[in-house]
């Protein structure tokens, strides 16, 4: 039987100082307590913008501006294969309300591979911390 194929996005929101948002998955779901990029799936006729602006209100309550694609990939797990595109983003209304996560924090882009990130997501810290190392 064919492996689902989840398209999922991610937003790499960074604050005034270049600190990028992560968010640590709730236990009892798939990658328990692994880091990501907030966001989640794209729903049936929608652009992948318009799901990463409906994931960040419905898990942060957070109203977004998207800027930049970083990347896309694609992960082979257990459970499906997931296709993650990920986007640069400011938050332009809202407090961060965890309704989805278990943590957050606010990361130096230098230090962000030390957290136990999701799989799909390690190709974008990558580039990021590339980027922000340009931009120093």
Request: net charge negative.
């Amino acid at each position: 039987m064919a492996k689902k194929y989840i398209r999922v996005v991610g937003a790499v929101i960074e604050d005034d100082n270049n600190f990028i948002l992560c968010a640590q998955r709730p236990e009892g779901k798939n990658l328990a307590l692994k880091w990501e990029f907030p966001g989640g799936k794209i729903e049936e006729g929608e652009t992948p913008d318009e799901a990463l602006k409906r994931e960040l209100v419905e898990e942060m309550t957070l109203d977004i501006s998207i800027g930049e694609k970083i990347t896309t990939t694609e992960y082979e797990y257990d459970f499906g294969i997931v296709e993650l595109t990920t986007y640069y983003a400011k938050i332009l209304a809202g407090e961060i309300e965890l309704l989805e996560h278990v943590q957050m924090k606010w990361v130096d882009p230098a230090e962000i591979d030390k957290l136990d990130w999701a799989p799909a997501d390690i190709p974008a810290i990558g580039i990021i911390k590339r980027k922000s190392g340009n931009r120093v």
